[in-house]
């Protein structure tokens, strides 16, 4: 296949608007997945990903398709949705010339469609907008072509109207795509020159590396290198995806495909990495800026005797996400543990089901905390990710110049009549509302700088229960501010307990304080003594809550003569003991650590 028969694309879209559904659709039509009615989103292969509906991870898949009489191969990049993950888009989206912006005609434009065709627009991508759930009774195809035409100044009049569901005009996808995205640029007969946008472990073959071919050609048995590290590799295997790893031959010029090579271990792996042949050197392409992790998180062993095993699991698990930071980290109050950095809490969230799931493991997670920084009167600037490492009171005073935080530009887009909720929700988060515009008469889009530790909180589920689930929200980092913050801390009779500890902003400390205290008095469960709960920061106490004792003779009478009752009991009693944490005398479950910084 020379360059003008290959077109290599993806499909952006809002969560839930049918990117994987449509996928699905279109490997069917060219025969690459038999129709069975039982693919359900063949390109979402984790088992989390299946269950959540979401698409965790970038998966591509290539396609052969005749039209106008010639042969064409089309390489299909399936792309995750969701805000947390748009690193993996924009890497993606480096590999294709084209790609379908794809909206819910129900729905209409949302935060994430908003986000996602700035991406592509910002890579000079062709982008091809459709209509999907044409079949819906609520589908209003007319009213979201003209949302599409006033937002992104696309002329509405060609736009596709499909369901992906049933099939409907899903025909007509891939001749748009032939001929209104560009073919890939590049030469046969230059030296080769691939981009690395993709890089999973198989248990099999070992490292794959997933490539956009931009020169030349390469195949088994040729020697590259990465121009990143200098490292020469042997290429034991290329193929493409059908969807499997399937081996070809060779990967020519403007293909996506994949090689394998001796790389020991993913690490060796760098995304946006440009590989050339040995003794023929070429300029790198622009390589992409790694992943940062914005959400961190303690992990620690319920059971001390599993960190060797948990260690274990992590680094599998960590083999295959490498956009997961992971450092040793020790706590007076849990042990030994790691703390961990994603890229935002549905990141975090789908690790932790990982790790339980597919390793069996016990673990307890510390609330999420964002990366603040420190600017010292010494001139050193330090990165905190760990609120206890926070400097105290009598340093703040001292030593620390100014306290920073990130932030983030948001879009949110809702009904009109939830303008007012909106505009509290962002303010109640020390938001600074920038402007508001209407998509269409009805909708509006709302931009605002929100710091990003009140979004890893509760933002999400706010804005949903205010706007009856009709707002959406996305949003991109946009640097450090300076922000008055202040360490709480955590005492449980007396002693402080550092896992417990929370960074915030002064004008929170009291309101958070009292809060903290609280909820941790309703999930401390009662024991033979007394437990105080106190909450301080600079130096003074916020509040105080007692956890008053049990007293042995009740306990005795409630559990009575019922045998059944009391088997039940003692059974919730050992499931709860599985998350328990023992921290000096007292037993804390897992709430307790995750009720910090959780607003009510
Ligand atoms: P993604 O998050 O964009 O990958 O969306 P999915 O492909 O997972 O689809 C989300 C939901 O919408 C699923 O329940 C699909 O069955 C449904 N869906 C997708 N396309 C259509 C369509 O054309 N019509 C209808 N009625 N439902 C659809
Ligand atoms: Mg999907």
Sequence with gaps: ?????????????????????????????????????????????????RERGITVKAQSASMFFEHDGDKYLLNLIDTPGHVDFSYEVSRSL??????????????????????????????????????????????????????????????????????AKSGLGVDQVLPAIIEKTAPPQGSADKPFKALLFDTWYDTYVGVVCLMAIKDGSIKRGDRIVSSHSGTKYEVTEVGIMHPEQTPTTQLQVGQVGYIVC???????????????????????LPGFVPAKSMVFAGVFPI??????????????????????????????????????????????????????????????????????????????????????????????????????????????IFPEKYLGNMLELCTTHRGEIQNHTFIDETRVMLKCQLPMAEIVTDFFDKLKSKSQGFASFDYEESGYQSSDLVKMEVLLNSEPVDALAAVMHKNSVVTVGRDIAKRLKEVIRRQLFD??????????????????????????????????????LLNRQKEGKKRMKRIGKVELPQEAFLSIMTKS
């Design 262 to 284: 001796n790389m020991k271990s993913i690490a060796e792996a760098h995304v946006g990495d440009t590989f050339y042949r040995e003794k023929c050197p070429v300029e790198a």
């Design 94 to 163: 480096a590999a294709c010339q084209g790609t379908i912006l794809l909206v819910d005609a129900a729905q209409g434009i949302q935060a994430q469609t908003v986000a996602n065709f700035y991406l592509a627009f910002g890579e000079g991508l062709d982008v091809i907008p459709i209509l999907n759930k044409v079949d819906l009774p609520t589908a209003e195809p007319e009213r979201a072509a003209q949302q599409i035409e006033s937002t992104f100044e696309i002329d509405s009049s060609n736009i596709l109207r499909i369901s």
């Design 531 to 568: 437990i105080i709960i106190q909450t301080a920061a600079n130096g003074k106490i916020v509040a105080r809550e007692t956890v008053k004792q049990l007293r042995k003779n009740v306990t005795a009478k409630c559990y009575g003569g019922d045998i059944t009752r009391k088997m039940k």
């Design 1 to 49: 296949y020379p360059p003008e028969r290959i077109r290599n694309f993806s499909i952006i879209a809002h969560i839930d608007h049918g990117k994987s559904t449509l996928a699905d659709r279109l490997l069917e039509l060219t025969g690459v997945i038999t129709k069975s009615g039982k693919n359900k989103q063949v390109l979402d292969k984790l088992k989390v990903e």
């Design 303 to 412: 059971d001390a005797g599993e960190f060797d095993s948990l260690n274990e699991s992590i680094q599998k698990l960590t083999l295959n996400d490498s956009s997961v930071s992971v450092h040793k980290e020790t706590s007076a109050a849990l042990g030994q543990g790691w703390r961990l950095g994603f890229l935002g809490t549905l990141h975090m969230d789908v690790f932790r089901q990982r790790l339980e799931e597919e390793y069996d493991a016990n673990v307890l997670i510390t609330s999420p905390t964002v990366p603040y920084q420190i600017k010292y009167t010494d001139g050193v600037t330090k990165f905190i990710r760990t609120p206890a490492d926070f400097p105290d009171a009598a340093t703040m005073q001292d030593f620390v110049e100014s306290t920073m935080e990130p932030y983030v530009s948001a879009t949110l």
